[in-house]
């Protein structure tokens, strides 16, 4: 079992920035592969970020290619998501995610393949 604490949303003018966090417990955190999803009100959770466990390669979903970064600090079981020039498009709740699967085939723009979820932070950017 894997316990996920996110922190760092709030309230910003479009243009800002915004590093969320992600907090893990409960397992060798070097060996988890995480992504961030985000969920806006109506809408279905969909994927935003992932950075894999091995080798530390990263996705994200097109619509924040080049403003968001995904990061993880091994030494403070920390993942991290720094979310440049945001637009009133991006204003969700945003979830953590991992998946405790060290090999096969992963998709990790896919939830279904996450095993454990933080409770979410809500992200709002005004325009």
């Known amino acids: 079992q894997v316990q996920l604490v996110e922190s760092g949303g709030g309230l910003v003018q479009a243009g800002g920035s915004l590093r969320l966090s992600c907090a893990a417990s409960g397992r060798t955190f070097s060996t988890l592969s995480t992504g961030w999803f985000r969920q806006a009100p109506g809408k279905e959770r969909e994927f935003v970020a992932a950075i894999r466990w091995s080798g530390g390669r990263t996705y994200y979903t097109d619509s924040v290619k080049g403003r968001f970064t995904i990061s993880r600090d091994n030494a403070k079981n920390t993942v991290h998501l720094q979310m440049n020039s945001l637009k009133p498009e991006d204003t969700a709740v945003y979830y953590c995610?991992?998946?405790?699967?060290?090999?096969?085939?992963?998709?990790?723009?896919?939830?279904?393949?996450?095993?454990?979820w933080g409770q979410g932070t809500q992200v709002t950017v005004s325009s």
């Open positions: 995610a991992a998946t405790l699967r060290l090999y096969g085939n992963i998709d990790y723009y896919n939830p279904g393949d996450y095993d454990s």
